[in-house]
């Protein structure tokens, strides 16, 4: 066991030798000997240590000496101190130092080795880079060139102290390398005994490398250059740290096996390296007590940029040598806005602005640049956030809710796949939107991986072992245990840091809540975690329970500690059932008024993030064209045709039931989150699956439908933010600001399922009643109502004072453009009722005359 010492910084004087000058003999021009006055015998010259750079392995060596309890290991600023054991009693010092791009090897005798017979001591040693059994050749000075041995013998001499010493310098370029020692005792009768540690083993240490230090997990690169890994596998028998030397070299230049007790604390293998080696990509090798046969090279869960290398599948990935570049964030400031003011667009990046339409450069389309030259597109709409896809590297296969890894954006979302390139684009594109008040949200997939995850041959404990073979096909991610419980949390820290990210939308949240062995925990300690977190609970967190695996969202009650929002599938699913004609209203009431039998625990109608479709599933215009059989669980209405079709009746109810879908999306309390694409009519031809969803058309923004459909959302979306007092409330309506009406102004008929009819009033309190300076005199009332039947209805408004009118804002069965209006359209003669067409909302406004 490594027997630890206090760190300390050391200050070496210069040895006064008794027997030899300090001038220093040449061992080749990268080794000297710290002595000059030396028996012939002894003068040797280190020629061409092969600059081919192969695995310093442990495998085959025996330097395990150095792991044991025969050593204990001191390490600071460029210094290591290693003590040893010997098998007959003694003390060995081994010092390693690095000083003017040399390293130097001290080695001091700290007590007396009895050996048995009184004589000479010397010191054999070698230096390899592959194992103790063959060390790198050497050449005596005076041998012919193709003379090779492979150590050298040299003796101790006494200083002034009268300590035996031996010291050895190294040019840097040699490093780094291990030097593996050997005592010997020297008779009269020129006989030598060997003295080796108490283990039987030479005494064997790195030099150009140290134990380094076990957090943070992943690369470091210290303020010197020195660089620490830091690797978690607690069923790996040995790890090795594979270092390449080019960008598109297919094998490692340098591989150092991790020796378990002196580069391993607990479950974390480390070490440090130099920052001069010339190496600019590095993975790791894992070999397990079950799997004795060298597995591929793995890519570091935490590497901050990665790189692809090799061809073909699967995948190979390595962690890039780089330190983060400091990005200009001067002048970025979170927009931080309060979660009930939130108007969300949700899209995939490279489907954004791939499509030649965009009019975009060939080198930026598909990617983050192609967002931040569309940011015009965002505030058009009037929206104040936007919901990426999952941006992290994906299995193309299967899509981009199947990453392989948790820390950097997907090369595919950068010119030429440059990975350096694709961060500075995705922090350039966020500080743009933070500049137009922007926030920028980002899906993340934590519950499994894709098949060719690296996580897979690194150690069991991030997947799930039991809960069946559902939980074992699906890569299921353990998320509950620490290890796995830190990665996830130290990778949302991340995007959080680096990324100024604004919020984290939590796929397939409900396997979150999974313990150990697949059941599921009223208290998982990972959403306790997130929800608590210092840096993360600043951040907008949502759960959205939407299962990639077979495409369906699961009912659970999520834990949430006032902190979680939830995507609700609620709204979507009774939102779609009543304008179909096959839902109550009063699932209809309760949607509108926040989904308060799922936030009226603590939370609010904020945390309630409805959609009508999403990026799976029918797109908004397919919802009215495609109701076959097979799309049942879609709960959606062709409007009496399947498929395209030239009927006027059927286009005309089509298009009256895409506004009332926008309608009731904005008029409800909650955060609305439209879908890339529904703005302009983009079809997935009936089919539900994400991979059958198109690259957005630009030239379809320029349709007649596009046109009328997207000013109809910048209406909404304005009329939302100034009518605020009503539509973004963080708390529920109370019960004296809403008031229920039937078509003819009677209470509504509740327990009638065939009722097809709901309106209500929303009454401004009277504090917000007053005087303004904008399109009226004051902020009034609203009148609300909804008509799923296929017949017109004659709806009474509530009664107003005689200074007071009402405003028609919204018909949705009116035609463009007059079906909405920002300047409203009074009852005719002071009049309170108000015919309202088939499969139609309408909204008035109380103004004052």
Known sequence: MLLPMQSQCLSLGALELSKFSASCCKYDKGVTCGFQKMDAKYKQVLSGLGKSVRRISHELHTWKALATSDVSVQT????????????????????????????????????????????????????????????????????????????????FVKDSSGRLVVELDFDESLAPFYISVLLKSLGSDLESSEIRSHRKTNFIVPVGFRSGRPTPLGLSILANGSMNFAF?????????????????????????????????????????????????????????????????VLLDPYAKLIEDFGSGLPRKSLGKLWKESGFDWSGDMRPSLPMEKLIIYRLNVTRFTKDESSKLPGEIVGTFAGISEKVHHFKDLGVNAILLEPIF??????????????????????????????????????????????????????????????????????????????????????????????????????????YHIDGFCFIDASSLMKG????????????????????????????????????????????????????????????????????????????????????????????????????????LVDLVCFSSSELASELSWNCGEEGPTNKNAVLERRLKQIRNYLFILFFSLGVPVLNMGDECGQSSGGSPAHADRKPLDWNALKSGFAIQTTKFITFLSSLKMRRSDLLQNRNFWKEENIEWHGSDGSP??????????????????????????????????????????????????????????????????????????????????????????????????????
């Open 76 to 155: 600071a600023e460029k210094v290591a101190i290693y003590r040893f054991r010997t098998e007959n009693g003694g003390q060995l010092k081994l010092l390693v130092r690095k000083n003017n791009k040399k390293y130097g090897v001290y080695v001091e005798v700290l007590s007396p080795l009895h050996s048995g017979r009184k004589g000479d001591l010397l010191m054999s040693w070698g230096l390899f880079r592959s194992n103790s059994e063959s060390f790198m050749p050497m050449d005596f000075e005076n041998s012919s060139a193709d003379s090779k041995y492979s150590t050298i013998d040299t003796p």
């Open 232 to 296: 978690f596998s607690r069923n790996a028998e040995s790890v090795v740290l594979c270092l390449y030397a080019d960008t598109t070299a297919n094998k490692p230049a340098l591989e150092i096996d991790l020796d378990p007790y002196v580069n391993r604390s607990g479950d974390i293998w480390h070490v440090l390296l130099d920052g001069s080696v010339p190496f600019v990509r590095y993975g790791y090798r894992c070999k397990s007590n079950a799997d004795k046969k060298r597995q591929y």
């Open 393 to 498: 590297p994906f299995d193309e296969q299967t899509g981009p809710y199947f990453p392989w890894h948790f820390f950097s954006p997907g090369s595919p979302y950068g010119p030429s796949g440059d990975s350096e390139f694709v961060v500075k684009l995705m922090k350039e594109m966020v500080k743009k939107l933070h500049l137009n008040g922007i926030e920028v949200l980002v899906e993340v997939v934590f519950t499994h991986t894709a098949e060719v995850a690296a996580l897979k041959q690194i150690d069991r404990s991030y997947y799930h072992v039991g809960g069946g073979e559902d939980l074992k096909s699906r890569n299921a991610l353990n998320c509950n245990h620490p290890i796995v419980q830190q990665l996830i949390l130290d990778s949302l820290r991340h995007w959080v840091i680096e």
């Open 516 to 619: 150990f062995h697949g059941e599921f925990l009223t208290r998982p300690p990972l959403v306790e975690a997130i929800a608590f977190d210092p840096l993360l609970s600043k951040v907008k967190i949502i759960a959205d329970s939407w299962d990639p695996h077979n495409m369906e969202t699961k009912d659970i009650s999520f834990p949430h500690w006032k902190r979680w929002a939830e995507i609700n599938s609620k709204f979507c699913n009774d939102v779609r059932n009543f304008l179909r004609g096959q839902g109550s209203i009063g699932n209809l009431a309760t949607r509108l008024c926040g989904s308060g039998n799922l936030f009226l625990d603590g939370r609010g109608p904020a945390f309630s993030f409805n959609f009508i479709s999403r990026n799976a599933g029918l797109p």
């Open 748 to 849: 509504p008929r509740w327990d009638e399922p065939s009722c097809r009819f709901l309106a209500m009033t929303l009454k401004a309190d009277s504090k917000e009643s007053q005087p303004t300076s904008g399109l009226h005199e004051m902020i009034g009332d609203l009148f609300i109502a909804f008509n799923s039947a296929g017949r017109s209805e004659n709806i009474v408004l509530p009664p107003l004072t005689e200074d007071i009118a009402w405003f028609r804002l919204v018909d949705t069965s009116l035609p463009f453009p007059g079906f909405f209006t920002t300047d409203g359209v009074p009852l005719k003669d002071g009049s309170v009722t108000y015919e309202m067409k088939s499969h139609s909302c309408v909204l008035f406004e109380a103004r004052s005359l």
